[in-house]
């Protein structure tokens, strides 16, 4: 049975009253009850034994001393406001109570925050909720993405997908308090979003790619609630999220021959080197790259292969070692290079293309701290291309210096994208660009032919 108790955390005058439900033996849950006292007038001494309250019934007394921890004093005298606390904290225990016999019942979890929401009830704090806000529906897909079915007949979402939500949350909440706004999920058409676009744009300073993954998002949010029948503007349907084609920025086969004959001065240059270089001829994501170990190498049919599980998608991957990663195990022993935490990583690895001489005037993005906002926000524009280098430039390198040399399929299963067309967009490509490749292909075989020895008869034997 579940019982309830209050108490004092200090001797602070005024001091918050806590409220205690003891839901089984090791289980309290502990909030502030919303009321506060002077400790002064706070009795811990105050408890009631079963007789003592058969006699106090008795007498027509109806105040009672709920749990062991204490209860306002009330003296001979009764003060008006004494008694109006003994009142306010009997009513809130028993609709806490009620609550938790109701929640059992239809088998609600109880914890921290059912508690806090029966306070906050029992205060009339809660807001009336409006299922039709367009808040309350990313915050329900939010909920709702831990137990979505995929395609791939996977359950739950990916915490990637699950915080690009709640980014989307967050930023329509800023868009609401810059417009003194709330709007609903009907409100949401093309114009809305021609309005929300200018917004993120000229006030938000945000590029396009980003402006357009919100737009995107806020469309699979209004499919949402339109499935779960919460009306919808009639042409939502209309609105299309959008990503600009930039450039792929990754590092030549040259300018790794250049990196890789580079030697440092500081051993941390040329460990975060050593890692660059594998990066670049296995194909991963730094999540995967960096914990790399001697147990991810494993021999296949006499060919010696590394063997990992990708921490983002969770398919198992097989990649052939290159004799530059062979090379680099061979000078550590057969074993990978020291581990680096990523932002290291980043921050190392731009310093070694620096000084490889990696400055060729590139066209991108990085991030700057506005003078003014003191806001970080990514940069376009040009600039030397070692400046330009993250960790995910590795999976850039492998996708685009193999592209055309190893067979599309083949690579997108080294990179684990679900598509050739996943895979062409991700390295800048397009369907032409892979027609023009079989077309080269067909011409060297034709070629090639052409240039096949042809026997002729010189006579006949006698």
């Given at each position: 049975m579940a019982t309830i108790a209050y108490f004092?955390?200090?001797?602070?005058?005024?001091?918050?009253?806590?409220?205690?439900?003891?839901?089984?033996?090791?289980?309290?849950?502990?909030?502030?009850?919303?009321?506060?006292?002077?400790?002064?007038?706070?009795?811990?001494?105050?408890?009631?034994?079963?007789?003592?309250?058969?006699?106090?019934?008795?007498?027509?007394?109806?105040?009672?001393?709920?749990?062991k921890t204490g209860f306002p004093k009330v003296a001979r005298t009764v003060e008006d406001k004494q008694e109006a606390m003994r009142d306010n904290l009997k009513n809130l225990s028993d609709s806490v109570i009620e609550s938790y016999n109701e929640a059992v019942k239809e088998g609600v979890t109880v914890n921290g925050e059912w508690l806090q929401e029966q306070i906050d009830?029992?205060?009339?704090?809660?807001?009336?909720?409006?299922?039709?806000?367009?808040?309350?529906?990313?915050?329900?897909?939010?909920?709702?993405?831990?137990?979505?079915?995929?395609?791939?007949?996977?359950?739950?979402?990916?915490?990637?997908?699950?915080?690009?939500?709640?980014?989307?949350?967050?930023?329509?909440?800023?868009?609401?308090?810059?417009?003194?706004?709330?709007f609903k999920v009907s409100d949401i058409s093309p114009k809305w979003v021609e309005a929300f676009e200018k917004y993120l744009f000229e006030v938000?300073?945000?590029?396009?790619?980003?402006?357009?993954?919100?737009?995107?998002?806020?469309?699979?949010?209004?499919?949402?609630?339109s499935s779960n029948e919460v009306l919808t503007h009639k042409n939502f349907h209309a609105i299309r999220g959008y990503s600009v084609k930039r450039d792929v920025i990754y590092l030549t086969f040259e300018e790794l021959d250049k990196i890789e004959g580079k030697t440092f001065e500081r051993e941390a240059l040329n460990n975060a080197k050593d890692w660059l270089i594998i990066g670049c001829y296995i194909?991963?994501?730094?999540?995967?790259?960096?914990?790399?170990?001697?147990?991810?190498?494993?021999?296949?049919?006499?060919?010696?292969?590394?063997?990992?599980?990708?921490?983002?998608?969770?398919?198992?991957?097989m990649i052939p070692v290159h004799e530059k990663v062979k090379a680099i195990l061979k000078k550590n022993n057969g074993?990978?290079?020291?581990?680096?935490?990523?932002?290291?990583?980043?921050?190392?690895?731009?310093?070694?293309c620096e000084i490889a001489g990696i400055d060729e005037a590139t066209y991108g993005g990085k991030m700057v701290k506005d003078k003014e906002t003191k806001i970080t926000r990514k940069q376009f524009g040009m600039f030397p291309k070692h400046e330009l280098v993250s960790s995910h430039i590795c999976r850039r390198s492998?996708?685009?210096?193999?592209?055309?040399?190893?067979p599309t399929s083949l690579l997108k299963d080294i990179t684990a994208h679900s598509t050739e067309q996943q895979f062409l967009a991700y390295i800048g490509k397009s369907s032409s660009d892979s027609a023009l490749q079989v077309a080269e292909y067909w011409s060297k075989q034709a070629a090639n032919k052409k240039k096949e020895p042809q026997m002729t008869v010189l006579g006949k034997a006698n």
């Open positions: 004092l955390k200090s001797e602070r005058n005024p001091s918050n009253i806590y409220l205690k439900l003891s839901v089984k033996r090791g289980v309290e849950l502990k909030r502030k009850s919303g009321y506060v006292i002077d400790p002064g007038k706070w009795n811990t001494d105050n408890k009631e034994t079963d007789k003592q309250r058969k006699n106090r019934e008795a007498k027509g007394k109806k105040y009672s001393i709920i749990g009830k029992h205060h009339g704090k809660v807001e009336v909720v409006d299922v039709d806000s367009l808040v309350y529906q990313i915050q329900a897909y939010v909920d709702f993405l831990p137990r979505k079915k995929l395609n791939n007949g996977k359950v739950g979402a990916s915490a990637g997908t699950i915080q690009k939500q709640k980014s989307l949350k967050t930023k329509i909440e800023q868009y609401q308090a810059y417009v003194g706004k709330k938000d300073k945000l590029n396009p790619n980003t402006s357009g993954r919100y737009v995107k998002h806020l469309k699979t949010v209004c499919r949402f609630a194909g991963q994501r730094v999540s995967d790259l960096l914990n790399l170990t001697h147990k991810n190498l494993t021999t296949v049919s006499g060919m010696e292969m590394i063997s990992l599980k990708q921490q983002k998608t969770g398919k198992q991957v074993k990978f290079p020291k581990k680096i935490a990523d932002q290291k990583f980043n921050k190392h690895i731009k310093d070694v492998f996708a685009s210096n193999f592209y055309g040399e190893i």
